[in-house]
């Protein structure tokens, strides 16, 4: 079974292009553009990342091109209003740098991702050195796992140690990354456990099932015998 991409580490590109606090205006751009990104990690020192600079940190310089802002415009995006005069990375990132670490998991980084509204974020190791660059396109990676490799992890990771000798008896199936459960289950109560074990599995999409439990055994009194 191929490795299954757990951690950022997993799916990162350790080739990252970034600038440092000096780096002037134009040059930024010119980067952004030859390298095909809409931002860049901005380092420090032996290569801590100490901000990143994005595409919406340098609109300013073109928005307040032409007129200054008026004065309610000031009082709610002072922020904007200092980057439309800023001429290097170090006055224009943002800071503290939005990131993760090798080792934090792909949910995590998605999470991430979907609550600050970025589109990558730069990786680090304990002492904030950068190590790699992670975009949504990375995380989505998981997805291009074979049908056959889910199918394979699920058996052995969550119907084999759920189910335990009754495993035999639950067949997996998967299609286009839907995973579905059938068979006989020992425990119908068992099933809403099993929804979480196999959606937790990285690259699947769903879960169904097409499971019946055991019959229960009776336990009132014998049915009398027809009367002939």
Avoid: Y
């Avoid at 994005?54 to 709610?76: G, I, N, V, Y």
């Avoid at 980084?109 to 975009?135: C, E, H, N, W």
Wanted: no cysteine; glycine share 8%; charged share 25%.
């Amino acid at each position: 079974m191929e490795h299954t991409p757990h951690t950022v580490s997993d799916v990162m590109t350790q080739t990252v292009v970034a600038i440092g606090q000096e780096a002037p205006f134009k040059e930024i751009v010119r980067t952004m553009e030859q390298w095909k990104v809409s931002a860049l990690p901005v380092l420090a020192g032996e290569g801590r990342v100490v901000g990143v600079v994005s595409e919406a940190d340098l609109l300013p310089k073109e928005e307040f091109r032409e007129s200054e802002p008026d004065r309610m415009e000031q009082l709610h995006r002072l922020d904007d209003v200092r980057k439309a005069g800023a001429l290097r990375a170090g006055e224009l990132m943002s800071t503290p740098a939005l990131t993760v670490q090798a080792g934090d998991t792909i949910a995590q980084a998605a999470r991430t991702m979907a609550f600050k509204s970025v589109k990558r974020l730069p990786v680090i190791d304990g002492q904030g050195l950068l190590q790699g660059i992670v975009s949504r396109s990375d995380l989505l990676k998981v997805f291009l796992r074979s049908d056959e490799d889910l199918a394979e992890e699920v058996r052995t990771e969550v119907v084999g140690r759920l189910f335990g000798a009754a495993s035999k008896e639950v067949g997996v199936t998967v299609a286009d990354g839907v995973v579905t459960l059938h068979g006989m289950v020992p425990h119908t109560s068992l099933l809403p456990v099993a929804a979480r074990l196999v959606r937790a599995v990285e690259g699947v999409v769903d879960v169904t099932f097409d499971v019946a439990g055991p019959t229960p055994a009776r336990t009132g009194p014998p049915l009398a015998e027809p009367q002939l």
